[in-house]
């Protein structure tokens, strides 16, 4: 099996999205693991594995967790802007709580921005499959971080309250654990007490939370 047929068989087990980090190792990143330039599967403390015992492991256990969003203080403007920002950042929150559904589809955001009226909102979401209530959406995720999945899900939907606007562009970075660590201070989880989530929700992110530039450091 060549490098390329590995790393796509790796990419479609794990639900992510191969990427290739260039020189000067000419590596690949598929999700947690490293596949470098002989083909070796590598985890982040640098031990091998063969693809069989990954794809042949028992999947790690992790708690279903609903994710409760108040419907309260939104109209369809406020829930666009949460859909979009979940969108914009999905490949992170996905590596973020090692989940392997997508929150929200394409499709589903291209509708949603369509939509002129609440009752059009609300139809979107239960046609693409996701709860909505009178009172609430639900997202159903499976995850170990169970308390950081609400605090973080918490300010997000405050956020998007806030919020005139948000993109649903995707975003795209070389640095994962400073893209996202910026963006949860822009959510409000900043100082001490968010201090143990932060970390958290960084420690499976590529990269460094300290500099934008992987690599740069002040002398």
Do not use: C
Not at 16 to 32: A, D, R, T
Not at 108 to 119: F, G, R, S
Not at 141 to 163: H, Q
Request: hydrophobic share 35%; proline share 2%; no cysteine.
């Amino acid at each position: 099996m060549d490098r390329k047929e590995l790393v796509k068989i790796l990419g479609e087990h794990l639900g992510v999205k191969p990427k290739y980090l260039g020189v000067p190792n000419f590596n690949y990143q598929v999700g947690e693991f490293i596949i470098d330039r002989e083909g070796r599967i590598l985890t982040k403390a640098g031990d091998e594995l063969k693809l069989e015992e990954i794809l042949n492991s028992a999947e790690k256990e992790t708690t279903t967790v609903e994710i409760t969003i108040p419907l309260e203080g939104h109209s369809e403007n406020t829930l666009k802007t949460l859909i979009n920002m979940i969108y914009s950042k999905q490949t992170l929150i996905k590596q973020s709580f090692q989940l392997n559904k997508n929150l929200v589809e394409k499709e589903t955001v291209e509708k949603l921005n369509a939509a002129e009226t609440m009752e059009e909102f609300k139809d979107i979401l239960v046609s693409q499959n996701i709860k909505i209530d009178d009172e609430n959406i639900i997202f159903t995720i499976n995850t170990d971080l169970v308390r950081a999945a609400t605090l973080f899900f918490g300010l997000l939907n405050e956020k998007s309250k806030e919020l005139k606007y948000a993109s649903s562009k995707p975003t795209e970075t070389d640095n994962e654990k400073y893209a996202f660590r910026t963006w949860l201070m822009r959510l409000g989880m900043i100082g001490d007490e968010y201090k143990e989530t932060r970390k958290e929700l960084l420690q499976n992110l590529n990269g460094n939370s300290a500099f934008r530039n992987v690599g740069e450091s002040h002398e």
